[in-house]
């Protein structure tokens, strides 16, 4: 290997020329290559609170179901989430009911829609309303069937923080 050694002149090391350009130049260069560092540089600040900002919090108290199981294996209460349902939900059922009869709240399971909280109001009747359905006087929750025919109802609901309605149709058959 060869290394060149040379004379250093420490004399011309902090002179610059009479009009100052030199240093100027070389000022500016580091000036901008500071501003682009500084442009395009994050701190770690900004970065955490740039995905703090991002993450959607769901409140579990929403999809928890009210009631425990006790899990055989491990002999000890578990708690089962589940997502909310998305609405309108159109039920596909079949129901039907005799003129004088009601059909009510009990009478449909509303839990295979909803395995945990939720909330339904007094129905309302869309389509048939006083001609084959009405609303009985005796119990809001009820519709009863007045004529043969049929009649649309819906159900105000909510469940895991959706609001929606719950469609379904109501066949009145001669009793």
Same mark, same amino acid.
């Given at each position: 290997m060869t290394f060149f050694v040379g004379e250093i002149n420490l004399k011309n090391i902090y002179t610059t020329n009479s009009s100052g350009k030199g240093s100027m130049k070389i000022f500016i260069l580091l000036s901008c290559l500071c501003a682009l560092i500084t &442009?395009?540089?994050e701190s770690p600040e900004d970065t955490v609170s740039g995905f703090m900002e991002e993450v959607?919090?769901?409140?579990? &108290?929403?999809?928890e179901d009210s009631s425990t199981t006790n899990s055989p294996a491990a002999n000890s209460p578990t708690t089962t989430l589940y997502p909310p349902v998305a609405y309108p939900i159109e039920i596909e059922d079949e129901i039907v009911i005799?003129? +004088?009869?009601?059909? +009510?709240y009990e009478d449909f399971n509303w839990n295979s829609l909803f395995p945990w909280n939720f909330d339904i109001s007094q129905p309302e009747i869309v389509t048939g309303e006083g001609v084959v359905c009405a609303i009985s006087s005796d119990d809001v929750f009820s519709v009863l069937g007045e004529s043969p025919g049929s009649c649309s109802v819906r159900y105000p609901s &909510?469940?895991?923080g959706n609001e929606g309605f719950i469609l379904l149709t109501i066949n009145v058959a001669e009793g």
């Amino acid at each position: 290997m060869t290394f060149f050694v040379g004379e250093i002149n420490l004399k011309n090391i902090y002179t610059t020329n009479s009009s100052g350009k030199g240093s100027m130049k070389i000022f500016i260069l580091l000036s901008c290559l500071c501003a682009l560092i500084t &442009a395009c540089g994050e701190s770690p600040e900004d970065t955490v609170s740039g995905f703090m900002e991002e993450v959607v919090v769901i409140d579990s &108290a929403y999809l928890e179901d009210s009631s425990t199981t006790n899990s055989p294996a491990a002999n000890s209460p578990t708690t089962t989430l589940y997502p909310p349902v998305a609405y309108p939900i159109e039920i596909e059922d079949e129901i039907v009911i005799k003129v +004088g009869d009601s059909f +009510g709240y009990e009478d449909f399971n509303w839990n295979s829609l909803f395995p945990w909280n939720f909330d339904i109001s007094q129905p309302e009747i869309v389509t048939g309303e006083g001609v084959v359905c009405a609303i009985s006087s005796d119990d809001v929750f009820s519709v009863l069937g007045e004529s043969p025919g049929s009649c649309s109802v819906r159900y105000p609901s &909510a469940n895991g923080g959706n609001e929606g309605f719950i469609l379904l149709t109501i066949n009145v058959a001669e009793g």
